[in-house]
């Protein structure tokens, strides 16, 4: 114990004498720590971003939109046929066990007007339990009923983003809008779910009954006025989403009449399968990040190592008399060592002040989540010294075998 | 066991590139414990690398060495490394302090090598600086000392772990005649009160007339090795013989 303590006092006075050149030499390591440190707050905060985007979705959530239509041989891509139907949506909970609800959507946009103020968006007609399959709760009044889809009544529930722009601080509960000019109440506000995966405010919407949209606002786009632009579907579970998409998929092939050699004329996605692929994308760009952060904690250490040979040979005197009066091949090497540690355990610090100042910065400049994590910080400063004493090894284990009558003749 | 040292034919020879060197050949010699010996001769005479083979510093090419009944030759570096911190004291010409520490912090610097010593570390380099007549300088850096009082602090440190042998290697070589017989002055003192066996290298006649034997060196062999009786020399009561000395 006596030993650590005065090899570090040693290794401390050493390093303070070339205070410069201890500092210049602690950069490498510095910079490196700070890197692994942001670019795994970048990547975690991306991870962490996504995860909650899933669970503001919800993780049980399947879509079917209308699409891969074939027509004389010509396959149009998604979208471009309108085959799903309002009774499929009705079908699907009643025949497939595995599905718990299915909520039929037609999309459209226009402009809302409350007295001076106007605001587009998108419009979503829909029905009761659109809710609960995308996970919405209301913050003021109360949902539509399925007694206004039935009677195409003229109302609608608000997300945060037009409720805010159109009414500010008024109470819009039981106010009256126009929606392309027609005039609607708004009975509720939903609670606020942010950004979608895409990018879009997922707040920025307003839902009515699918009756009332097809008639009065959106309008039919098809000649089968059955016709809905999306179905979206809740599993029972998280565990049963495959089991689900297959129900669904056997049921919609079965009710559209298609032949066993004909492709769906419909797509089925989850929210998971398009999450996965962008955290696969997100993790490789953390992987590629972290490997450049690697590289710099290495050209680190061989700073470390040049100095340090560079430090063996100006105290070889030193060494030679410390050998005379009875160092072993051990104390000199921990004596050097330790210095090596020191200066690379000192600059993983002070790079994990920097990485965690940069995340903070990157966070406000660039609008991106970060998350500074226990586990970087560190596996930051195992690595450090990790490096100290890799690159510290070959400079102190050449001063511990330096001939003693050499180095006492050194100049 | 009346001898402390006992060489048998050793034999060093340096080689640099073709040309060899028999620094030396065939010496053969015994130091009796608590003598006080002066090895003598030419620079390149062999005597500086006799110095360093009997300090366990070199290991000579052939021949033996026994250091306290101790067979040398046959020992690895760390063997030597826990001899030199047991046994043998060292004191250069140059000095060879470290000029980043303090004076005390010099004296203590062979205790950190020295295994199982509980002694406190403060109090023994305080007894060793007094022992040399530094009392008050503990806090000095070695900048701020005479190359005299450097000496001492390089003496001290060689006394620290209560070596039989102390080693000086032209002690004197640095310093002017007066501070010389000083540090000669306590090299006896040393040698009478504390019976610590003292070699001395040294190309000076009056260096050597300090020492009750000396050994003269040329081209790797003893060519002269000759006794004077204790008290022979005049000036041995230097300045210091009269200074109290501590136990």
């Known amino acids: ?411 | 066991m009346p001898e402390i040292m006992k060489t048998s034919r050793l034999t060093k020879i340096y080689r640099l590139g073709e040309v060899t060197v028999n620094a030396l050949q065939d010496v053969t010699l015994t130091i009796e414990r608590g003598s006080f010996v002066a090895i003598m001769g030419a620079s390149g005479s062999g005597k500086s690398t006799l110095m360093n083979i009997l300090g366990c510093l070199d290991r000579p090419t052939s021949g033996r060495y026994w250091l306290d009944g101790i067979a040398v030759e046959g020992l690895d570096r760390d063997q030597l490394a826990e001899i030199r911190s047991q046994k043998i004291g060292f004191v250069f010409q140059n000095f060879n302090l470290l000029p980043r520490m303090s004076a005390i912090e010099n004296v203590q610097l062979p205790l950190l090598y020295r295994s199982g010593d509980t002694r406190d570390a403060d109090e023994a380099g305080r007894n060793m600086l007094g022992l040399v007549g530094l009392v008050g300088r503990e806090r000095s850096l070695p900048t701020q000392l005479s190359g005299g009082q450097q000496q001492r602090i390089a003496i001290a440190r060689a006394l620290i772990n209560e070596p039989q042998i102390l080693l000086a290697d032209e002690p004197t070589g640095q310093l002017d005649s007066h501070t010389g017989a000083e540090i000669m002055g306590i090299f006896q003192r040393l040698n009478r009160t504390r019976a610590i066996t003292v070699l001395v290298v040294t190309h000076a006649e009056e260096v050597a007339r300090y020492a009750s034997r000396t050994i003269t060196f040329r081209d790797g062999r003893i060519v002269e090795d000759s006794l004077r009786p204790p008290g022979a020399h005049a000036d041995a009561e230097g300045p210091f013989a009269s200074t109290e000395v501590s136990p």
């Open chain 1, 1 to 411: 114990m006596r030993h650590l303590i005065s090899s570090m006092r040693i290794a401390f006075r050493a390093l303070e004498v070339n205070k410069l050149r201890s500092a210049l030499t602690m950069l490498g390591i510095v910079i490196g720590v700070a890197a692994v440190i942001a670019t795994a707050a970048i990547g975690s905060g991306a991870k962490q971003r996504i995860q909650q985007q899933i669970a503001s979705i919800g993780s049980n959530t399947i879509i079917v939109i209308p699409g891969s239509l074939t027509s004389s041989g010509l396959r149009l891509g998604t979208g471009n046929a309108i085959t799903l139907s309002e009774s499929d949506a009705r079908e699907l909970p009643l025949q497939c066990p595995d599905i718990a609800l299915a909520v039929p959507v037609v999309r459209g946009s226009g402009q809302i007007v409350y007295g001076n103020s106007n605001w587009a968006t998108l419009l979503f007609g829909t029905t009761p339990d659109y809710l609960e399959v995308r996970d919405f709760s209301l913050v003021e009044g109360s949902p539509f009923s399925q007694q206004d889809v039935v009677s195409g009544n003229k109302v609608a529930l608000l997300g945060k983003t037009v409720a805010a722009n159109l009414f500010g601080e008024i109470d819009p509960i039981g106010q009256s809008i126009r929606i392309k000019n027609v005039p609607f109440t708004v009975v509720g506000v939903l609670a606020p779910k942010g950004q979608s995966p895409t990018g879009q405010d997922q707040d920025d919407v307003v839902l009515m009954p699918i009756s009332t949209g097809k008639r009065k606002v959106i309008g039919v786009k098809s000649a089968n006025a059955d016709a809905v632009d999306a179905i979206m579907m809740q599993a029972k579970s998280g565990e049963r989403i495959q089991a689900a998409q297959e129900e669904a998929r056997a049921l919609l092939r079965q009710r559209h009449h298609l032949a066993p050699a004909e492709d769906d004329d419909f797509s089925i996605r989850n929210m998971t399968d398009i999450f996965a692929a962008q955290e696969a994308s997100s993790r490789i760009m953390s992987i590629m990040l972290a490997a450049v952060a690697s590289i710099s904690l290495v050209v680190g250490g061989i700073g470390i190592m040049n100095i340090m040979l560079v430090s063996v040979r100006e105290r070889t005197r030193e060494i030679g008399l410390r050998q005379a009066v009875g160092a072993r091949t051990r104390d000199i090497l921990a004596q050097f060592l330790v210095e090596a540690v020191i200066l690379s355990s000192a600059g993983g610090c002070a790079g994990i002040v920097l990485g965690v100042a940069a995340s903070i910065i990157i966070s406000r400049l660039a609008n991106w989540n970060t998350v500074v994590s226990a586990g970087a910080v560190v596996l930051a400063v195992f690595f450090s010294a990790l490096v100290g004493i890799g690159f510290g090894y070959y400079p102190a284990r050449k001063a511990a075998y330096l001939d003693p009558i050499e180095a006492l003749r050194s100049e």
